[in-house]
């Protein structure tokens, strides 16, 4: 879908696919906070959000080739991965009651506030999702962190499916709206 | 309900990859043809993206080391992943593939009866093709295919299934060893006994031609530097059991056109590799020198130097091939 591919992300690919260590160290520098971060919001154990960024990293670095850069820059389709790794976890893990409970809840809070990537930034998105009214809020936690499809987001809030697709677009509509006026691009 | 015909209320659902499968499948189709739910799909694409960098956290520092550490057991540094050569290997061999199996179909149930290269008829030469490939196909660890006594469907299933296997190979699949072809006692990596595939295969494909009087087909650059180098490697072992070693001498062997280059050939595998005759022909003729398709081979090439050394070189490239 990119027509053009991240120029650091070929050269990352490239050196990756070269079995080139160094490479290998600057992305889990780069990326190691957002493939954690999410495993840890998903999880929310760290243990389970350690051992998934080990397994994502492990295997991009055995078969890097399956990164494409024309269809997506490699942050978002390691956070992709890492999601869905943290959600498999928590449905062999958890009952379907725990989650539920669980999601109903905000995201934990961030265990340490203390990394600086980008995160002035971060707050902003944190605070837009934040001032969402809450109906979206938990409709959009639930399906982007417990992995529900539309369909059981309504079932578990007890709302029309029609409602609950709804919820999830105006919300991330809204989102986008005041980041961007906000200045993000 | 009837499908919508815009994505509508989906958009959102789909950003957060919270479709059912069917409706995913569905949303995708549509943004392939319509700008207007693409262009909203990459913005809310995007704000998903957002929510989930604003999770990041710094790692505890001990997982840096761990997750390296684990990293190089699996996957040794500086050793590039062969995908890329499996996928272009398994690329060559599937072009001959195709081209054999296209050649196939327009043969004649007589014509499937006519002598074919060095066997009595294109059927052998097609089952024998196909026992040939077994032992890459083995390698592959391809499930039991379901037997046939159709000749062509047999060769042409087992070989899809080869090229299904290997196309996204990883490094130790490639490395694993296997018998060669013609020569069971010499067990070389796969990716060796698939350039062996893959020019097989085109030499067979040219003798179906010459049963249809089809022109020949020379094979791309790509494909005839890949079986000179192959049969580069085996020579001097091959010199050997032939019994026709020349050990510390090597042959200069000058290769032109497409697929051609320079290099020395050690003509035993004992080192040394003084230059006792140089041989020169196009790349070309050298594989259909290999494969034993040349009525005579020592006069196919330009030699020089010392010609006995040159003809025991020539006569054993010319069993290069496996019939």
């Known amino acids: 879908m990119l027509a053009i591919p991240d120029e650091q992300d070929v050269r990352l690919r490239a050196g990756l696919i070269a079995g080139d260590e160094p490479t290998l160290a600057e992305v889990y520098d780069t990326y190691g906070p957002v493939v954690y971060g999410m495993a840890l919001q998903v999880t929310g154990d760290r243990g389970a959000a350690e051992d998934i960024t080990q397994e994502v990293f492990v295997d991009l670095w055995r078969r890097p080739e399956r990164f494409d850069p024309h269809r997506a820059p490699l942050r978002g389709w390691l956070m992709l991965i890492a999601r869905r790794r943290g959600i498999d976890w928590i449905r062999r893990r958890g009952t379907q009651e725990r989650v539920r409970q669980a999601a109903l809840t905000d995201p934990p809070p961030a265990l340490v506030e203390d990394d600086v990537l980008a995160s002035t930034a971060r707050k902003q998105v944190r605070r837009a999702i934040a001032d969402l009214p809450a109906p979206h809020r938990q409709a959009i936690l639930l399906a982007y962190y417990r992995g529900l499809t539309y369909r059981e987001v309504a079932r578990t809030l007890n709302i029309p499916e029609g409602t609950a697709k709804w919820r999830l677009r105006n919300g991330l509509r809204r989102i986008g709206e005041q980041l961007r006026a906000e200045g993000f691009a | ?323």
Request: net charge negative; hydrophobic share 45%; aromatic share 4%.
């Open chain 2, 1 to 323: 309900m009837t499908q919508p015909r815009h994505t509508g209320d989906l958009a959102g659902a789909y950003a957060l990859e919270a479709c059912p499968p069917d409706e995913e499948r569905s949303v995708a189709e549509h943004l392939s043809h319509c700008p207007t739910c693409a262009a909203e799909a990459t913005d809310l694409g995007r704000v998903a993206g957002w929510i989930g960098a604003s999770s990041a956290q710094a790692p505890a520092a001990d997982l840096r080391a761990r997750v390296l550490s684990a990293a190089l057991a699996a996957r040794p540094a500086g050793r590039p992943r062969p995908d890329a050569e499996a996928g272009r290997l398994t690329g060559i061999y599937a072009a001959q593939v195709a081209e054999l199996d296209r050649l196939l179909g327009r043969l004649s149930p007589a014509e499937w009866l006519l002598p074919s290269g060095p066997h009595r008829s294109v059927r052998d030469l097609v089952v024998h093709l196909r026992g040939s490939d077994a032992p890459v196909a083995a390698a592959t660890g391809i499930a039991r295919l379901e037997s046939t006594s159709d000749a062509h469907l047999g060769w042409q299933r087992q070989a899809g299934a080869i090229v299904s296997a290997l196309g996204d190979a990883d490094s130790a699949v490639l490395a694993e060893r296997v018998p060669l072809a013609g020569r069971t006692a010499v067990q070389r990596p796969l990716r060796e006994a698939l350039v062996q595939r893959g020019f097989e295969t085109w030499i067979h494909a040219e003798d179906v031609r010459a049963v249809l009087a089809a022109p020949p087909r020379p094979p791309s650059a790509a494909q005839l530097a890949d079986i000179v180098a192959f049969a580069v490697r085996l020579l001097p072992a091959a010199m050997v059991a032939a019994g026709r070693e020349h050990p510390g001498s090597a042959v200069r062997l000058v290769l032109t056109g497409d697929g051609g280059g320079t290099q020395l050939v050690r003509l035993s595998p004992a080192p040394g590799s003084a230059v006792a005759a140089e041989v020169s022909m196009p790349a070309e003729r050298f594989c259909r020198l290999l494969a034993g398709r040349l009525t005579s081979p020592l006069h196919s090439a330009d030699v020089g130097g010392d010609r006995d050394v040159a003809t025991d070189f020539l006569t054993v490239a010319a069993t290069m091939g496996c019939d």
